[in-house]
């Protein structure tokens, strides 16, 4: 399968750095076209419309961000492309969807484009979802896309009652008996659901701090959930939970 891809920075050295490293070591790509502004890329869209965007994140005036969320429609992946790891990347990855840092590693631009290629022809809805994080302010409203073996699911944040880790996999519990199992590890989900008052209690499970009924400090510890899971805590963790539940 062969695509074809426009890359927009507002640096034209990055730009010919990632055009050249498409051609040598990703030769089902084909650059169509490059944008050094948010602006100067909205009009090449419109006109070249792609398979695949490159998108650098921090541009001054409108970032890529604001791009994207200016657009109506999404005919296109997106893989981002930016020299700051936390500028934007929080919902990036709470929509699943790829970037990389600058500088390039060729290995992991290889890696992007392979998932790109697979995900060609079936959409998933990553780039609605990363808008709607983008033009939501309240966090109870934002949904964290979960992709299992069969689908992506686009799951309300709100609706997570606890995760569980085994290996590199985690099982998302929730509400309504549900399960879910993704091939990420548990602490990237840390990260994610860090602000969104999830307790990492112990080293294999990450709870939602608004469906914890109760700590029970018996037998070891651990805390009773609204739907009657015992969470166990972790010694090393218990300073941690109590500094979570009585904020």
Known sequence: ???????????????????????????????????????????????????????????????????????????FDVIFVTAHDQYGIQAVKF?????????????????AVDKAIQRRGHPQGQLENLVHLLRQQHREDHRIALTTLKETRFVPVRQVIRLESTNNYSHFYLAGEERLTTSRAIHEYEDMLRDYGFIRCHQSHLVNQRFVRSWVKDDGGYLLLDDGTQVPVSRNKKSAVAAALHR
Not at 30 to 39: I, N, P, Y
């Open 1 to 75: 399968m062969t695509l074809t891809a426009v890359l927009i920075d507002d640096e034209q050295n990055n730009l010919d750095n990632l055009g050249h490293l498409l051609g040598a070591y990703c030769p089902e790509v084909t650059v169509t076209g490059t944008a050094l502004s948010a602006k100067e890329g909205r009009l090449l869209l419109e006109r070249v419309r792609p398979d695949l965007l490159f998108l650098d994140i921090q541009m001054p005036g409108e970032t890529g961000l604001d791009l994207l969320r200016s657009l109506h429609t999404y005919s």
């Open 95 to 111: 929509s699943a969807l790829d970037y990389l840092l600058k500088p390039i590693h060729i290995d992991e631009l290889r890696t």
